[in-house]
């Protein structure tokens, strides 16, 4: 075993285009949230109880490209500190990770679920989702991810990564896709209902039809669209991660993965923080009336 194989770097134009990427990530993720969430406490329309989850989901985003990129440069691309030397820092690093992974998995679940509840049940929606509730699932959710992390202070990360996995990615996974599978389906139940029959008993049905579900399948594609980017941005981590635990372990391969192909993983994860308030302004009418609005004034 050598030294150079223990102290695996990236080499300078490398670090500075994967700088250039979080910088980029951050400033875009700070300003579109920023925006998203002075828009919604600024308009009292918007603040309603699927906002709401999107408003925790940006604050989320918000702190990913305030905090979490800065630091993210600093450590990756500056001190790119060794696997091996730095395990404080490491630990601190790997906290932070898993803290945001869950922030931001967790208030996707909520939003699924939401929507979910908004389609399956529309009658009942406001008797399930009352404004109490709501906050309640945001601060379990919060609660939640700023407790999840604390097992890294006294245990290796790798030693609790299928417990995080399952936690941070595969469960919230699996209820998103569980509640779009149902949200789909009856969606298109609906829109039967509504276009059934001659032209004019559908266009008689749309207009009888209650508004509430109408922006519910508009809201079905805006939160669709977040679903997807999260998962084509959080995906390679999670394949890497299996792939390393089940491959042989190698010094210098871990060593290599962990300051060479580990950040650029970490830099398209955190990106989809950058892409989910763009997402809301082009396919939310609302917000993008609210901001027209708000710059008129």
Known sequence: MTVGCLNEQRSKEASIVL?????????????????????????ESLRTISNRFLASLSVADFLVGLVIDPIWI?????????????????????????????????????????????????FRYQDILTKKTCHSLIAVV???????PCPVIFVNAENL????????????????????????????????????????????????????????????KTIGFVLCVFVVSWMPCLVLSIVHE?????PCTDEKLYNVAWPWIEAVALSSSAINPWVYFFRNGEFRQALHRSIRR
């Not at 696997?83 to 869950?102: C, G």
């Not at 298109?188 to 004019?200: C, D, E, L, P, Y």
């Open 74 to 122: 600093t450590f990756r691309c500056l001190i790119q500190p060794s696997n091996v030397t730095q395990a404080a820092l490491n630990k601190f690093m790997d906290m932070l990770w898993i803290h945001t992974t869950a922030a931001t998995t967790l208030n996707l679940c909520c939003v699924s679920v939401d929507r979910f509840i908004a389609i399956r049940f529309p």
């Open 19 to 43: 700088s250039l990427c979080f910088s980029s990530s951050g400033l875009a993720g700070v300003t579109g949230n920023a925006v998203v969430l002075w828009l919604f406490f600024r308009n």
């Open 246 to 250: 089940f491959s042989a372990s190698n």
């Open 161 to 220: 990564w299928l417990f995080v996995s399952l936690v941070t990615f595969c469960i919230p996974t699996t209820v998103m896709a569980v509640c779009y599978f149902w949200i789909f389906k009856a969606a298109s139940n609906q829109a039967r209902r509504m276009t059934g029959g001659n032209k004019h008993r559908a266009d008689e049905r749309r207009s009888t039809f209650p508004s509430r579900i109408i922006q519910n399948f508009k809201a079905i």
């Open 142 to 148: 919060w609660f939640t991810s700023l407790l999840l």
